[in-house]
């Protein structure tokens, strides 16, 4: 599969200080579970109780951080970590507050630019914080829309988690192995942002696909779909379809049904 050279897409990476959204966002996350029933179904996670979404996230953390704390410069071999979860549900709440005070440990001693083994595109530890921040915002938004709350996303952050799951997708069929099924010949996807100007090509071709930095632009594709920053990263992400009234969409239809049934993870 082809992937983009990432130092053409730090300028994203660059607008956002993840470390301290990480700790935000996990805030909000705790805010709006604290006093909720555990138990509720998590709609966009078919099959999930909030408890699932709250240890899901909180082990997540953990992880990262102790990957980052080890300074990993190969694949895991395992993703055992001691997570310290309570007996009881009622302390899960917590338990995800102190999740972020062992990331923000984590992200004090390791210098961002450090080399470390990702299984995505940037190999320096930065990849793992800024893939904590998305892990965390996505699972926020789903607590939230469970909750029946209005979640909201900072633009910013909406724009970079955009561009970390476009830059990364490719690489991600081990644990999303539908997105293998991304091929075409020659084919091509835009994406773009209503509230900015930010602006991504996909092109998919025989042997996989990739985004597009070599000067073919969002505006030429096959098939395009335009929203809000937010929801755009919700689009991406399975969490709206493309059809969404908050999402206008031209071109190839076949094509966007192909690319958006296979790339959610």
């Not at 004090?108 to 080399?115: F, V, Y």
Request: glycine content about 8%; overall charge negative; hydrophobic content about 45%.
């Amino acid at each position: 599969m082809t992937t983009p050279d990432h130092a053409g897409h730090r300028r994203f990476h660059d607008q956002v200080d993840h470390p301290t959204a990480v700790a935000a966002e996990t805030a909000r996350f705790v805010a709006a579970v604290r006093n909720a029933d555990l138990a509720a179904p998590v709609p966009t996670c078919p099959g999930w109780t909030l408890a699932d979404l709250v240890k899901h996230t909180g082990s997540v953390q953990r992880w990262f951080s102790a990957l980052l704390c080890a300074r990993i410069q190969e694949p895991p071999r395992t993703r055992e970590v001691d997570l310290r979860l309570p007996d009881q549900e009622t302390g899960y709440a917590e338990w995800l507050d102190e999740s972020a005070t062992v990331a923000a440990d984590a992200f004090a001693t390791t210098e961002p630019d450090l080399p470390m083994w990702a299984w995505g595109v940037d190999q320096h530890a930065r990849f793992w914080a800024r893939r904590m921040l998305f892990e965390t915002v996505l699972h926020r938004v789903d607590a939230e829309l469970a909750l029946g709350l209005g979640p909201a996303i900072d633009r910013a952050v909406a724009v970079d988690g955009i561009d970390e799951f476009l830059v990364n997708l490719p690489l991600a069929t081990s644990f999303a192995p539908k997105v293998a099924n991304l091929r075409g010949p020659g084919r091509t996807i835009g994406f773009h942002t209503t509230d900015g100007d930010d602006a991504w090509l996909v092109r998919l071709r025989p042997d996989g696909f990739g985004l597009e930095t070599n000067g073919h632009t969002a505006d030429t594709a096959d098939a395009t779909v335009r929203g809000a920053a937010a929801d755009l990263l919700l689009l991406v992400y399975g969490r709206l379809p493309h059809t969404a009234g908050a999402i206008a969409h031209e071109g190839d239809e076949h094509l966007l049904a192909h690319w958006f049934a296979n790339s959610a993870f």
